[in-house]
């Protein structure tokens, strides 16, 4: 018997491309905030453990991974704004201190965002430059 519920379960089948683009379109409207596996399975109408495996089968990242991969990229899409400092970048882009953005940022890319960001003023002033 319980192999037939194996089989009948729909569990860690992949999310339908839809889906998965209402789960990614709600993480952009709200990556500056708090986002809970339980929030994303919720709306995708799943257990959080069945939602956990079915996204990382679909995506190959776990929520948490696909979330903080998000918000690396949306960080680096507002570091050239020199007017907002590196916390205010932190927190636009969900992370919950400077220390922590930082830490991430470096994992992912392989400089810290201030690195990063000097690297922006060098490449702007030599193309000016030239």
Partial sequence: ??????SASPAGS?????LLQRLTDYMKGK???R??????ASESNMSTFHFARSFKKTTGHSPHKYL??????QAIQLLPNYDMSLADVASES?????????RVFK?????????????LKKEAA????T
């Fill in 107 to 119: 994992k992912q890319t392989g400089m810290t965002p201030a690195a990063h960001r000097r690297k």
């Fill in 14 to 18: 992949e999310l339908s491309k839809p």
């Fill in 35 to 40: 986002i809970y596996v339980e929030d994303l």
């Fill in 126 to 129: 030599e193309s000016k430059g």
């Fill in 94 to 102: 969900g992370f919950s201190d400077q220390a922590h953005f930082t």
């Fill in 1 to 6: 018997m319980q192999e037939t519920k194996k």
């Fill in 68 to 73: 903080t991969t998000m918000r690396v990229e």
């Fill in 31 to 33: 990556l500056s905030s």
